[in-house]
């Protein structure tokens, strides 16, 4: 049944931190647009990288343009968003047996696309990183730095809502009314009521990722995606105050790259033929360890906490029809769909997080253009900050201002990452007023809840029994709002279950199974 | 540093978690000198309840019946531990050890032969063998479904009286709850169960906790509390409770740190001072040197990685447990024991340790890890025969069975400890 009626000038069908960023770009620039997302933000793969705002010297092999556009872009982002991003610096390091003739030319390439790059002798490296390898023979110093892509992403789109955007997730299109070379109207459905609707915009943006090949679909449009799957894994600790690239051609297990309390190191390159099974394979961690041992040894005894995997949105070019999918441009991929006979339609895909905000202008501007108006793109200049309570999306940060606040009665909720009660209620109070479901899980997206050396063992239980307390949730919505928890934790943890993890797993397993019975707990029970 | 001390022992247990405990006692019950090694940190996690079997069997449903299922399991499945043990023994041994654990100040209680339903503080059902009187009303209530009200406390993160009572709305809608602040802890933001415990130990506080509850009673005959009634005297302190509120009170066992856990381990405690067994607590054994002779000489140390403690013992039980304990260690490539590097049945590739989901009602196979052993619990070595003479393993560290997805944690504890006490106390077994 077709019950809303929404006529915005943009629709972004993606909120990854593209569909975000252009939302926030065309809502700075004073155009509505309205974003829908399947699942929520940062699913797809904005959520399942490393979290890495590139110097740009990973591509000065490849491609001098992308490394120049890393290098430029990365710096405007450390302007407008200091808040989502640690400026950690980084180094690339070669080890015996690494290709001693890039390890010459890199300089060079480095000067030639613009990348700051700073030689460093190997003491000196060993120094400011006591955990590389011994076998260290070359070291460069970069511009490197940690960026937290559901920050951006959240602050993208909170930012564009405070100026008028509107944001629907689990909202997924599913068919497109075309009329002389024109979308009229987009078919929307709730994919968790099942509830139907229909959009009436101007002008549709396709910023699907790895699903954007199925989005052009509804409109017939044929696009040529490659699903380039790489796997991650998170560790228990922080292992080194740097971002650790290491200096040969692109490859697998090349990247360690600090992310606040913890660790996140890959990644891999697998080929995938759809994407019905986007997981981390056992093989794949055992290889990323084995590769990432030779440039940080602590690799190989660290404790894991999960591994995932993300689907790098690849399009094969028409001259490039073989060869291994690095070779394929990490740059973007702005598509206007009037040469394909749809004169309202726009694909972006590719990419990275470092360049967003770029493919967000081009986007955006391509979409103004359509609009037939002139307004133009202040992103880089306007700062990434909204008022949304995104406090709880930093590590650290919840427990520095709840230590700075007097407040009887509060107490932590989570104590891996330090989430205090009173930060979880603003939160909640936050998400209901932005029409979000208010249970378990949707509050996860939005916090460092259940994402410490825990896994959501304690934590899950304590905000179950607040959101008890607050009747946000009744009946035994919160015994299937835990079983769901550890089924998605599971997904990702199973992996890396070996040594303290798998004790922990055990301990988990003890109290939920053993003793809470959840594994008893059928979904549809009566009682 | 020097101040090592030398042991010279009939047996060392190795780990006090229940099997090591439960062994201890038996132990001590037989006149047999033991030294029991390890602390007994795992127990704030234990419920405190003494389950057997829960599990039916093949259709994992809840069962009411152990000993019908034990039946089952002993006829399909020869390589259980269960399976080398007389059901009348696995019963002689619980007796034993509920009758020590009462004559120390902790009665148990539940049918004589059946399974009872213990409400949780997630709102479910959890099937035990033997439960602390404290809960016996707990188990009445939620049979009778009568109404019942229940206390909540501002501050305390392990049980939420809304969530218990929004679980049961459906199947048991005649429970109130209502919010009282627990004696002497106002201004405190968060409440742990354990000095709530510990508090309760005064009358001065069991008074002033019956007074704040009082005007919240609304003709109610029950009424449920988190395990929070006491550590040493937890029945006495419900019994006049009970007479100064005139209601039956009641227990529900909560997630970690669980009191009714510290009781148990403090009633372990008590039971065995001034016996033939001998308690190194604080200290833990991280090596077994391999050594040809018939005894067994193995070194302890503290926490501090000092080195404490040599002992020799003519036998040995292994009661170390699994991947918390450390009695199982892991890697990436495989399961191994620690101490006597006995042969672990497992799977060396990771990839089958677990199912595809978490809640697989086959449970994980990691899960079945652990030492195989022959009829008297005497772990096997490569060749398949005895590793040692006098080497007996005990509890969870046990291969072939999953004590978490079958209820069967303390129970299979108890009953392989007692097993190989016996076998001890017989002397060599042919």
Redesign the interface.
Same mark, same amino acid.
């Given at each position: 049944m077709v019950k809303k009626k929404l006529t915005p000038q943009v629709l972004i069908i993606g909120a990854g931190v593209t569909g975000t960023g252009i939302a926030r770009d065309l809502a700075l620039r004073g155009i509505s647009s309205l974003v829908i997302e399947k699942g929520n933000i940062n699913d797809g793969a904005s959520g399942r990288n490393h979290g890495l705002l590139h110097s740009g010297a990973r591509y000065v092999g490849s491609d001098l343009d992308s490394a120049s556009e890393c290098a430029r872009e990365a710096r405007i982002l450390k302007r407008i968003a200091p808040h989502c991003i640690e400026d950690t610096k980084g180094l690339y390091v070669a080890v015996k047996g690494d290709d001693e003739s890039y390890v010459a030319a890199f300089p060079g390439l480095c000067k030639k696309a613009g990348v700051f790059c700073q030689p460093l002798c190997v003491k000196e490296a060993l120094a400011l990183e006591p955990g590389l390898s011994k076998d260290t023979i070359a070291v460069f110093r970069v511009d490197d730095a940690s960026v937290d892509p559901f920050h951006l992403s959240l602050e993208n789109m909170n930012q564009a809502i405070e100026h008028g955007a509107v944001y629907y997730s689990n909202c997924q299109a599913m068919g497109f009314s075309l009329e002389k070379k024109i979308i009229r109207k987009v078919l929307v459905q709730n994919c968790l009521t099942g509830e139907c609707f229909k959009i009436t915009p101007r002008v549709i943006i396709n910023a699907a990722g790895a699903w954007a090949g199925m989005v052009a679909q509804l409109a017939n449009v044929g696009l040529d995606m490659i699903y380039s799957k790489g796997s991650l894994l998170v560790t228990h600790n922080r292992l080194t105050t740097h971002v650790i690239n290491r200096l040969r051609p692109a490859a697998d297990g090349d990247i360690l790259v600090p992310g606040r309390t913890v660790s996140i190191f890959g990644t891999t390159s697998v080929r995938l033929d759809n994407l019905e099974s986007i997981r981390p394979e056992?093989g794949e961690v055992?290889f990323l360890?084995d590769q990432g041992a030779q440039m940080v040894p602590g690799l190989e005894t660290a404790r894991y906490i999960r591994a995932y995997a993300g689907v790098r949105p690849l399009v094969r070019s028409r001259n490039e029809t073989r060869g291994d999918d690095r070779t394929v441009s990490r740059g973007f991929y702005l598509f206007d769909h009037a040469t394909d006979g749809v004169d309202n339609f726009v694909t972006i895909t590719g990419g990275k997080v470092t360049t967003y905000r770029l493919m967000a202008e081009r986007t955006a501007d391509l979409a103004v253009e359509k609009l037939k108006i002139s307004a133009p793109c202040t992103t880089a200049e306007t700062p990434l900050m909204s008022k949304a309570p995104s406090k709880l999306i930093e590590a650290g940060m919840s427990v520095k201002l709840w230590a700075k606040e007097t407040?009887?009665?509060?107490? !932590? !909720?989570c104590e891996c990452e330090m989430v205090p009660k009173s930060h979880f209620k603003e939160l909640i109070l936050w998400l209901k007023q932005n029409r979000e479901r208010a249970d378990l899980n949707s509050p996860r997206l939005h916090s460092r809840l259940g994402k410490g050396a825990c896994q959501g063992t304690?934590c899950s239980?304590?905000v179950?029994?607040?959101m008890?307390?607050e009747?946000y949730?009744?009946?035994?919505?919160?015994?299937d709002n835990i079983?769901y928890l550890?089924?998605e934790r599971?997904k990702g943890q199973?992996?890396v279950?070996?040594?303290s993890q798998?004790?922990q797993a055990?301990?988990n397993?003890? !109290?939920f199974?053993?003793?809470? @019975?959840?594994? !008893?707990?059928s979904p549809d029970r009566? @009682? | 540093m020097e101040n090592k001390t030398s042991l010279k022992t009939d047996l060392v247990i190795i780990g006090a978690g229940m099997a090591g405990l439960a062994g201890a006692v038996f132990a001590a019950n037989r006149g047999i000198n033991a030294v029991l090694v390890g602390g007994a940190g795992a127990f704030e996690?234990a419920?405190g309840l003494l389950?057997l079997w829960g599990l039916t069997h093949p259709d994992n449903?809840?069962c009411k019946d152990p000993w019908q299922d034990l039946a089952k399991i002993q006829a399909s499945r020869p390589c259980h531990p269960f399976s080398k043990i007389c059901p009348s023994t696995i019963e002689t041994a619980f007796g034993e050890l509920t009758d020590v654990l009462g004559q120390n100040g902790l009665a148990y209680a539940g049918m004589a032969r059946e399974n009872s339903q213990i409400l949780?503080?997630?709102?479910?059902?959890?099937p035990t063998f033997r439960y602390p009187v404290t809960m016996a009303h707990n188990v009445t209530a939620l049979r009778e479904k009568n109404p019942t009200l229940l206390l909540d406390f501002?501050?305390l993160?392990?049980?939420?009286a809304?969530?218990v009572q929004?679980?049961?709305?459906?199947?048991w809608p005649n429970i109130r709850i209502a919010a009282v602040e627990f004696p002497q802890m106002s201004?405190r933001?968060?409440l742990v169960t354990p000095l709530m415990a510990q508090a309760m130990e005064t009358e001065q506080v069991q008074d002033k906790f019956a007074a704040a509850v009082r005007p919240h009673l609304k003709g109610e005959q029950f009424i449920g509390v988190p395990a929070i009634l006491g550590i040493n005297t937890a029945d006495k302190i419900r019994k006049r409770l009970e007479g100064l509120l005139g209601v039956n009170l009641f227990e529900i066992?909560t997630?970690?740190i669980s009191v009714p856990g510290i009781r148990l381990s403090e009633t372990f405690k008590k039971a065995l001072e001034d016996t033939c067994v001998t308690r190194l607590p604080d200290q833990r054994v991280l090596l077994v040197p391999q050594n040809p002779g018939k005894d067994f000489v193995l070194e302890t140390h503290t926490h501090s990685g000092t080195r404490a403690t040599r002992i020799q013992a003519a036998t040995c039980l292994l009661a170390t447990g699994?991947?918390?304990s450390?009695g199982l260690?892991?890697?990436?490539k495989g399961i191994k024991e620690p101490l006597f590097n006995l042969p672990v049945d497992h799977s060396t590739d990771?990839?089958h340790?677990?199912a595809a989901?978490?809640?697989d009602?086959g449970g994980?196979a990691?899960?079945l890890a652990g030492i195989t052993t022959d009829d008297h619990f005497r772990p096997l070595g490569r060749d398949n025969r005895a590793a040692h003479e006098t080497l007996y393993a005990a509890g969870s560290i046990l291969a072939g069975q999953d004590?978490?997805?079958t209820?069967s944690?303390s129970g299979l504890s108890i009953a392989t400890a007692f097993s190989a006490i016996e076998q001890i106390a017989l002397g060599r077994p042919v």
């Open positions: 056992f055992d360890i407040n009887p009665g509060d107490y !932590m !909720m304690f239980l304590r179950t029994g607040f008890y307390d009747a949730i009744n009946g035994s919505q919160g015994l079983k550890l089924t599971f199973k992996p279950l070996w040594d798998l004790a055990e301990l397993e003890a !109290m199974c053993s003793f809470f @019975g959840l594994d !008893m707990v009566k @009682g | 996690y419920s389950d449903g809840y949780t503080a997630f709102g479910t059902a959890k501002n501050g993160r392990e049980f939420r809304r969530f929004q679980v049961l709305s459906s199947t201004g933001s968060e066992p997630s970690p699994r991947f918390l450390k260690i892991s890697d990436r990771r990839e340790w677990h989901t978490y809640f009602p994980h990691v899960n004590w978490m997805r209820r944690g």
